[in-house]
């Protein structure tokens, strides 16, 4: 019977300098997340519309005197959220295809 592959594999040395330089071309989480915020900022304004319009639920659902069945009101918050983050990524395709064919930006 034959060993695994992996058994026959052996090990390599990886020099210094380029585990220096693939670590200082790594972005970190911060700038990557403003990397990610310059180039299409109405992604940022409908996650942060998802997470008002998730607490407003969760609000409402906490105040309000259980007259609707669990899961309709999830359905309905749902939709709600859904509608809330697609209406800012139109808003910013609106904006961007103004921009490039409009004003002719590039």
């Given amino acids: 019977m034959n060993p695994p592959a992996w058994a026959n594999n052996k090990s390599i040395d990886i020099p210094e300098e380029a585990i220096r330089q693939s ?23 409908g996650l942060a519309g998802l997470v008002a319009v998730c607490g407003i639920g969760a609000f409402k ?29 139109a808003l910013g395709m609106i904006y961007h295809m103004y921009q490039d064919f409009v004003l002719k930006k590039k």
């Fill in 23 to 45: 670590l200082e071309s790594q972005e970190s989480f911060d700038s990557q997340g403003f990397s990610l915020s310059k180039q299409s900022p109405f992604l940022l304004v």
């Fill in 61 to 89: 659902w906490k105040t309000m005197k259980k007259t609707m069945s669990p899961s309709m009101y999830l359905m309905q918050l749902r939709v709600t959220a859904q509608s809330t983050v697609l209406g800012c990524l």
